[in-house]
């Protein structure tokens, strides 16, 4: 039986867990995906095992591993920023992952901590993968570009012309279902378009290398600070992800 103080610590997560559905617009606690898939539990344990299985990967066989990609990355000098950076921002997660999130770029807290999205922006994205029901540690987070560009500037061409083999490695060996890119840079990069995020986000896209895999484009934590209002509109993505991944893989043809 559950002590008082477990008990208070489950009323506290329930209640993070509703306010920030409030925070991204669900406009009720019971609101239901478009696909009319039910609002995820908080925690994946409590899913049915038949469910929770669709949320793992099946890789395809791969000649190399992610410890490989990051030998082969090094101390990487491929580009000028590694003039100015601290660390490399590798990448890190369940390298099984079914969902993968890929950005453009660390950041100040990332550069000096050679960990991704673990400033305010990676606060939210963690808060983000939480409200449908997953941990951090069940995807895996990357970025386009390894190295943190000077005053948190985009990455430019030559930049990510450099390092983006290496994302391409990382989804080959990961397989995720689903890759999640954040921003203008990273769905630009992944889809190899020039469309703007306005116009991509929220439907879903195919993966340009690998058939079985497919893209959600949404916007970019950072910009959600920024633009709070916009919320609302990364809510409706996050319930498409969890409609996606809930899905049987043999349904999704």
Same mark, same amino acid.
């Given at each position: 039986?559950?002590?008082? $103080? ?13 306010? %920030? ?11 239901? +995906? ?29 000649? /190399? ?31 099984? $992952? ?5 950005? /453009? ?15 305010? $922006? ?7 993968? /939480? ?17 943190? +560009? ?56 195919? %993966? ?12 970019? +934590? ?20 969890? $409609? ?10």
């Amino acid at each position: 039986m559950e002590t008082r $103080a477990e008990l208070a610590e489950l009323v506290a997560q329930v209640a993070e867990h509703l306010r %920030y559905r409030r925070e991204l617009g669900a406009e009720s606690i019971g609101e239901r +995906p478009r696909a009319e898939v039910a609002s995820p539990p908080l925690n994946m344990q409590d899913k049915p095992a038949a469910v929770a299985a669709t949320l793992t990967s099946t890789r395809l066989e791969s000649t /190399e591993t992610l410890d490989d990609i990051r030998r082969d990355l090094g101390d990487c000098q491929r580009c000028k920023l590694w003039k100015t950076r601290t660390n490399l921002v590798f990448g890190e997660g369940n390298p099984q $992952a079914a969902l993968m999130f890929v950005g /453009e770029a660390p950041g100040a807290d990332e550069d000096a901590s050679g960990r991704p999205f673990v400033g305010r $922006a990676g606060q939210l994205l963690t808060k983000m993968i /939480e409200a449908i029901g997953m941990r951090r540690d069940e995807v895996y987070i990357a970025n386009i570009v390894k190295s943190r +560009p000077p005053e948190n500037r985009p990455p430019e061409k030559d930049e990510i012309e450099a390092c983006s083999p290496f994302i391409l490695r990382q989804i080959a060996t990961i397989h995720p279902r689903l890759i999640v890119t954040l921003g203008n840079p990273a769905t630009q990069e992944i889809l190899k378009t020039k469309t703007g995020i306005s116009r991509l986000r929220g439907e879903f896209q195919d %993966y340009p290398h690998l058939p079985d895999i497919k893209v959600l484009p949404t916007f970019h +934590p950072a910009y959600l600070l920024r633009s709070p209002d916009k919320k609302r509109e990364a809510w409706e993505d996050l319930k498409r992800v969890r $409609a996606f991944l809930d899905e049987p893989r043999a349904s999704l043809g």
